[in-house]
Nanobody
Framework: VQLQASGGGLVQPGGSLRLSCGAS????????MGWFRQAPGKEREIVSC????????YYADSVKGRFTISRDNAKNTVYLQMNSLKPEDTAVYRC???????????????????WGQGTQVTVSS
């Protein structure tokens, strides 16, 4: 099993980045996927997640309206388009497979075991 994240970098406030996470070694299209982040000195938090095949999504309030999660099951890849980036978005971002409980609107996704390596996103002028 491998999840390979890429796309991080240094960007100015207001800028955009697109993270990608390529998967191999498991049936990607059967798994819901999520993006998590962890900033220095802070706990890991979920950013966004997406169901395996019906397009259901969740966004943390802090990124709602600015970030968009998507997936291409034919390419075994999940994406995170990040627009209007803010300094507080600075963190290491990781993709992961997730369990979903969509009836729990507060936090419907939790890690289910497969993690990608982190990709650093730094938002600074």
């Amino acid at each position: 099993v491998q999840l390979q994240a890429s796309g991080g970098g240094l960007v100015q406030p207001g800028g955009s980045l697109r993270l990608s996470c390529g998967a191999s070694g498991f049936p990607f299209d059967y798994y819901a996927m999520g993006w998590f982040r962890q900033a220095p000195g802070k706990e890991r938090e979920i950013v966004s997640c997406m169901s395996s095949n019906d397009g259901t999504t969740y966004y943390a309030d802090s990124v709602k309206g600015r970030f968009t999660i998507s997936r291409d099951n034919a390419k075994n890849t999940v994406y995170l388009q990040m627009n209007s980036l803010k300094p507080e978005d600075t963190a290491v971002y990781r993709c992961a497979t997730v369990y979903t409980a969509w009836t729990n609107s507060a936090n419907p996704c939790s890690p289910s075991g497969y993690w990608g390596q982190g990709t650093q996103v730094t938002v600074s002028s």
